[in-house]
């Protein structure tokens, strides 16, 4: 079966495409749609787009399973319904879903913050997801030794973020009254210094791999991004859209965070729980010893070794650590 054109798919979903507009991809459309209904967004459904490759990908598909958020996605298709919710997947670039959500044709998306700053459109911003970390830099090759990005005003600048690079460069550009030149590119952003087609680049850095094989270093952050939900602001579906947020939200708790058990004398417990807090306070229960408390609490993952080390050394015993598999909060 041949896969119809994403923008038709897009129109096909939106609804844009009618009865009205029967031309030649009205009636692939539609003739893909009655072979196969899964491809349809039944109207009641709020519409969530989630990046269909590329670096957020696998994270977002995790997530989802995470928070129970079920679908079938035949091969090749970029429209999956939800098994156990009245919710339609869509799969789309990372780089258009701000764009959509924005306009309204879909509810609820995943991005990166760096696509909804570049994407100039009014969304709510709902919650940061802890993934796909990263940083918008002005970078230049090092041979050219650029230390000040003011010297850059008026150069050749190529990037995929072409809105967030003249607005970076506008300010300097009208102090030094000069034209800085940006141009697009959707990818391979780090090589156009070496083919002599700019004299820096606006890309991306994570760890830094990339830039350096390229011979280039930062000589301005511009931006930090990682991964968020967006909503569009007249979302007709808020309360699927309180729903995501609350299973999003219990899923990276439960990531981050381990369940810490253990005892502690009497005497001791004030000690013991200064180090495990708590979300809102530790759970304490008496022990019938009548000396010594069972004390459990939440406690960060990323410092659980660091927190049985200081607990030990204030006296606790029998220091157990649990995984969670899920939480609301
Ligand atoms: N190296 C990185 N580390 C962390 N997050 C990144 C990195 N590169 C990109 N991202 C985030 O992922 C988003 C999508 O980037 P990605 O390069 O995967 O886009 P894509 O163009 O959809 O995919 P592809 O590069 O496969 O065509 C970016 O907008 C950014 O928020
Ligand atoms: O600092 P690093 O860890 O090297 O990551 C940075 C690179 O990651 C992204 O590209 P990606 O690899 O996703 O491919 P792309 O160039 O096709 O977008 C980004 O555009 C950088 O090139």
Excluded at 3 to 15: H, N, Q, V
Excluded at 77 to 99: E, G, Q, Y
Excluded at 109 to 138: A, P, Q, R, W
Aim: net charge neutral.
């Amino acid at each position: 079966m041949r896969k119809i054109p994403t923008t038709r798919l897009y129109a096909f979903i939106d609804g844009r495409l009618d009865s009205s507009s029967k031309d030649e991809s009205y009636f692939q459309t539609y003739h893909y749609s009655i072979m196969d209904r899964k491809n349809a967004s039944p109207p009641g459904n709020c519409r969530f787009a989630v990046p269909k490759k590329g670096r957020l990908n696998e994270k977002v598909m995790e997530m989802l399973s995470g928070a129970g958020i079920e679908f079938h996605r035949e091969p090749r298709l970029d429209v999956a319904l939800c098994k156990n919710l009245p919710i339609t997947i869509v799969f789309l670039p990372a780089s258009d879903i701000a764009k959509y959500v924005g306009e309204g044709n879909i509810d609820l998306g995943i991005t990166g913050y760096d696509v909804v700053e570049e994407s100039m459109v009014e969304v709510n911003k709902i919650m940061d997801l802890g993934f796909g970390k990263c940083k918008l830099c002005v970078q230049a090759p090092v041979v050219d030794e650029i230390k000040n990005v003011e010297d850059l005003a008026g150069k050749r600048i190529v990037t995929s973020f072409p809105a967030l690079t003249k607005k970076f460069f506008g300010p300097l550009d009208a102090k030094k009254g000069v034209e800085t030149k940006i141009n697009f590119v959707s990818g391979s952003v780090e090589a156009a210094c070496g083919l002599g087609l700019a004299d820096a680049v606006v890309d991306l850095v994570e760890t830094g791999t990339t830039m350096k094989a390229a011979g280039l270093e930062v000589v301005s952050d511009i931006l930090s991004t990682q991964a968020i939900l967006i909503a569009n602001p007249k979302a007709q579906h808020q309360d699927i859209v309180d729903l995501i947020q609350r299973r999003l939200e219990g899923f990276i708790t439960a990531r981050n965070s381990v369940f810490v058990v253990y005892n502690i004398s009497n005497h001791l417990l004030a000690k013991a729980t200064a180090i495990t807090p708590g979300k809102r306070s530790p759970t304490i229960t008496a022990l019938d010893d009548g000396e010594s408390k069972s004390v459990s609490a939440l406690v960060p993952k990323a410092n659980v070794n660091d927190i049985m080390d200081q607990l030990h050394d204030v006296g606790a015993t029998d220091i157990l650590v649990m995984n969670l598999s899920n939480s609301r909060m």
